[in-house]
């Protein structure tokens, strides 16, 4: 090969390294500009989480809270009826806001007083029995009607700039200016790019394939035939098989890949991650937990006081079902389970084993651990499934990385000091035994 050769072949791989750089340039580029364009839009923007003034002066944000604790097992925003009818427009249909407070804390009260509205209202719905709150303030009864009433507002559209921007129900929005593509000039110069890219990469292979055969031995009758794929593939397989060098080092990687599964299936004997068991009865978390907000406290009454949630009762599904749906085939189970008095034979989806102590009231009450540290997005499943691997392991490094929540209890005032005095780290459940053998194993 001449030093001619060899020059040209470097300079065109230079300068194809030159395009690719070019053309990567470009992209960073554009695609900074896109993102600065997308967040002057969004610093232009309201807030996704601002609340429009609501109605009546009540605080919404608190309303909503005390609506999913109190109200939304029976009732919805919206027109549908769940248990009671639905809430949309209440204050509208209601003959006063005073007569709303005196409802919802004590309807039994206003039925008895013979109030017409209030007859009306108790026979139309099967004469269901509402429950008293005694304890809601004006102020809070006031913020739940806001929230009823802001939740019952359609979307409104906002602008931001010269581009629009439509507001879902999340509350984000996407400006139309910002999300285009590319501009035209870009997308120009980078098809240009890309085709020099490709010319220059085929003039390097004719050459390279014009140097292999120049340099090809010859022989005194010419050149020699290569050799074909196969009988080269052939022989570089012969030969490595005959290496036992190689053939060592094959062997023991074998060996160590059949040690390595072998180890890592031991590990996973007994773990039900993904177990997702078929119920007797089709009950929807995503339904029940998720759409209608039914807080989990409401069917597992044991998750704040005990070791176990407890599974549900018929009795409680009756709350509800003794009213609404009683013609669905999966809730004819339930009234056949009471008729029969037999119990719902429900299929265990999460089972630790019995050398493993859990308690549920420790950890969602003292702990103030949610439902879906554990458990995943319960209110998103249609079949519940175990999503966690709930091994030791996954416990420990909970307990070493979950902080104890020691804001005004005086239960860990000296634990505190003391740790403070070792360390600048927060007090985390390691730091007061939850690494303990004795904690978990009897």
Same mark, same amino acid.
């Given at each position: 090969?001449?030093?001619?050769?060899?020059?040209?072949?470097?300079?065109?791989?230079?300068?194809?390294?030159?395009?690719?750089?070019?053309?990567?340039?470009?992209?960073?580029?554009?695609?900074?500009?896109?993102?600065?364009?997308?967040?002057?839009?969004?610093?232009?923007?309201?807030?996704?989480?601002?609340?429009?003034?609501?109605?009546?002066?009540?605080?919404?944000?608190?309303?909503?809270?005390?609506?999913?604790?109190?109200?939304?097992?029976?009732?919805?925003?919206?027109?549908?009826?769940?248990?009671?009818?639905?809430?949309?427009?209440?204050?509208?249909?209601?003959?006063?806001?005073?007569?709303?407070?005196?409802?919802?804390?004590?309807?039994?009260?206003?039925?008895?007083?013979?109030?017409?509205?209030?007859?009306?209202?108790?026979?139309?719905?099967?004469?269901?029995?509402?429950?008293?709150?005694?304890? %809601? #303030? !004006?102020?809070?009864?006031?913020?739940? +009607?806001?929230? @009823?009433?802001?939740?019952?507002?359609?979307?409104?559209? $906002?602008?931001?700039?010269?581009?629009?921007?439509?507001?879902?129900?999340?509350?984000?929005?996407?400006?139309?200016?910002?999300?285009?593509?590319?501009?035209?000039?870009?997308?120009?110069?980078?098809?240009?790019?890309?085709?020099?890219?490709?010319?220059?990469?085929?003039?390097?292979?004719?050459?390279?394939?014009?140097?292999?055969?120049?340099?090809?031995?010859?022989?005194?009758?010419?050149?020699?035939?290569?050799?074909?794929?196969?009988?080269?593939?052939?022989?570089? %397989? #012969? !030969?490595?098989?005959?290496?036992?060098? +190689?053939?060592? @080092?094959?062997?023991?990687?074998?060996?160590?890949?059949? $040690?390595?599964?072998?180890?890592?299936?031991?590990?996973?004997?007994?773990?039900?991650?993904?177990?997702?068991?078929?119920?007797?009865?089709?009950?929807?978390?995503?339904?029940?937990?998720?759409?209608?907000?039914?807080?989990?406290?409401?069917?597992?009454?044991?998750?704040?006081?005990?070791?176990?949630?407890?599974?549900?009762?018929?009795?409680?599904?009756?709350?509800?079902?003794?009213?609404?749906?009683?013609?669905?085939?999966?809730?004819?189970?339930?009234?056949?389970?009471?008729?029969?008095?037999?119990?719902?034979?429900?299929?265990?989806?999460?089972?630790?084993?019995?050398?493993?102590?859990?308690?549920?009231?420790?950890?969602?009450?003292?702990?103030?651990?949610?439902?879906?540290?554990?458990?995943?997005?319960?209110?998103?499943?249609?079949?519940?499934?175990?999503?966690?691997?709930?091994?030791?392991?996954?416990?420990?490094?909970?307990?070493?990385?979950?902080?104890?929540?020691?804001?005004?209890?005086?239960?860990?005032?000296?634990?505190?000091?003391?740790?403070?005095?070792?360390?600048?780290?927060?007090?985390?459940?390691?730091?007061?035994?939850?690494?303990?053998?004795?904690?978990?194993?009897?």
């Amino acid at each position: 090969m001449s030093i001619n050769s060899i020059n040209i072949v470097y300079k065109m791989s230079r300068f194809y390294k030159l395009c690719v750089a070019i053309v990567l340039s470009l992209s960073l580029l554009v695609s900074n500009s896109q993102v600065k364009a997308q967040d002057s839009a969004a610093a232009g923007a309201p807030a996704a989480g601002a609340a429009a003034p609501a109605g009546g002066g009540g605080d919404a944000e608190k309303g909503k809270s005390l609506f999913t604790n109190n109200c939304a097992q029976c009732h919805a925003v919206t027109d549908e009826k769940v248990v009671g009818p639905g809430l949309k427009g209440i204050e509208g249909r209601a003959p006063s806001k005073d007569w709303l407070h005196k409802w919802i804390r004590n309807s039994s009260a206003v039925i008895a007083s013979g109030d017409a509205y209030a007859n009306q209202v108790f026979n139309a719905n099967g004469k269901v029995q509402m429950s008293s709150f005694p304890n %809601l #303030s !004006d102020g809070d009864i006031d913020g739940i +009607l806001a929230y @009823i009433d802001q939740s019952s507002k359609p979307a409104q559209a $906002t602008t931001v700039g010269t581009g629009t921007t439509s507001k879902n129900e999340g509350g984000s929005g996407v400006s139309s200016a910002s999300a285009g593509g590319p501009s035209e000039l870009f997308t120009f110069v980078l098809v240009a790019l890309l085709i020099v890219m490709l010319l220059v990469l085929g003039v390097l292979l004719a050459i390279v394939t014009i140097l292999s055969k120049a340099v090809t031995p010859v022989t005194a009758e010419g050149t020699l035939p290569a050799a074909s794929l196969g009988q080269r593939m052939k022989t570089g %397989l #012969s !030969d490595a098989f005959n290496n036992p060098t +190689l053939r060592s @080092i094959v062997i023991w990687l074998f060996l160590l890949v059949v $040690t390595k599964a072998t180890i890592d299936g031991a590990y996973g004997v007994g773990i039900q991650q993904g177990y997702a068991p078929k119920q007797p009865i089709a009950y929807s978390h995503k339904l029940h937990a998720g759409q209608y907000k039914i807080d989990c406290n409401y069917c597992h009454t044991g998750v704040n006081k005990g070791k176990s949630a407890t599974i549900p009762s018929a009795n409680i599904c009756m709350n509800c079902h003794g009213v609404i749906k009683k013609e669905s085939p999966e809730i004819q189970k339930i009234y056949a389970a009471i008729e029969n008095n037999q119990p719902i034979e429900w299929v265990r989806v999460h089972n630790l084993p019995d050398l493993a102590y859990f308690n549920h009231a420790q950890h969602v009450n003292v702990g103030n651990v949610q439902c879906q540290t554990c458990h995943g997005a319960i209110e998103q499943m249609e079949v519940v499934e175990q999503r966690s691997s709930l091994t030791m392991g996954w416990c420990i490094d909970c307990h070493r990385r979950t902080e104890v929540n020691t804001k005004d209890n005086a239960y860990y005032d000296k634990l505190v000091a003391l740790h403070r005095k070792e360390s600048k780290e927060p007090l985390k459940v390691a730091n007061i035994g939850g690494l303990e053998c004795s904690k978990c194993h009897y």
